[in-house]
């Protein structure tokens, strides 16, 4: 039996890195995943991974995908995201958000239409997603939508500051920690359906194709990394604990992990320092 058996799950940005780990888990797990990004085959991006990929290691693995090419940040693509789900498999009992856009661009620098069209990926698309599934789920009075969040959430506090600049990541910290407000918001207004809303982030620095690219890792093997599964099994927690226990929780990995019994001894944000002014709400 599988924590996850009978349920359809929609995962974002499943081409790669740690939605790629997210839906090739809750496959194992006994979900039918709808596996939804940009990339549909191996080369169509610059960076390693696609969706036939990630639908090729579930099939093989035994368990039920569907690719769906889909661009998060335009309506129509997110309730064809949906309607597609529905047509396949049936109505979405999970949504994981986890599709994100950044540019490290220093603000005086960013370009309006770049600044717009990453905060259409990382707020607006959730939002539009969390909007499409919501009818069935409340009908149902049942289901879980779990929003992955990032570090950079967590600001530099006030001055004075280092000579040193920050490396542009404003936009992006902008745009998670709306992201971590609106999944509290959210998870109020559909308490009374049943339906649980949370959000994490990693408590270390992820190794995936994309953090390789933006230089914050040295290699999808560097030591001072959190293997993707480990936000793997944090997005299924998140799935799977009970309304009461989840919802609203902003929080980390490998903190929730160990709270819940998951793992004995976690490490990074959330344990060993604190998190964003949302996880501690």
Request: hydrophobic fraction near 40%; charge should be negative; glycine fraction near 12%.
């Amino acid at each position: 039996m599988g924590k996850l058996d009978g349920k359809v799950a929609l995962v974002t940005g499943a081409s790669r890195g740690i939605g790629q780990a997210i839906a090739e888990l809750f496959a194992t797990e006994g979900a039918k995943v709808v596996c939804a990004a940009r990339t549909l085959k191996e080369g169509d991006h610059q960076l390693e991974g696609s969706l036939e990929r990630t639908v090729e290691n579930i099939k093989k693995a035994g368990g039920q995908a569907l690719a769906a090419t889909a661009d998060v940040s335009q309506e129509d693509d997110c309730n064809h995201l949906v309607e597609q789900a529905e047509a396949t498999f049936g109505s979405v009992d999970i949504l994981v958000n986890n599709a994100a856009l950044n540019y490290y661009i220093p603000i005086v620098d960013y370009p309006a239409s770049r600044w717009m069209r990453a905060f259409a990926v990382n707020v607006h698309g959730p939002f539009m997603l969390s909007k499409a599934v919501l009818p069935k789920m409340m009908e149902k009075r049942s289901g879980a939508i779990v929003n992955i969040s990032s570090g950079a959430a967590i600001g530099p506090g006030r001055g004075p500051y280092e000579t040193t600049p920050a490396r542009g990541g404003t936009m992006y910290g902008a745009s998670k920690a709306a992201l971590e407000r609106m999944t509290q918001g959210l998870a109020q207004e559909v308490y009374e359906y049943g339906i649980s809303v949370a959000c994490f982030s990693p408590s270390q620095v992820v190794p995936t194709p994309g953090t390789v690219f933006h230089k914050l890792v040295e290699g999808l093997d560097d030591p001072r990394g959190e293997p993707p599964l480990m936000m793997a099994r944090a997005a299924l927690l998140c799935a799977t604990e009970p309304c009461d226990k989840i919802t609203g929780r902003v929080g980390y990995s490998q903190q929730l992990l160990q709270e819940f019994g998951w793992i004995t001894d976690g490490k990074g944000t959330g344990i060993q320092r604190q998190g964003s002014g949302y996880s501690l709400i």
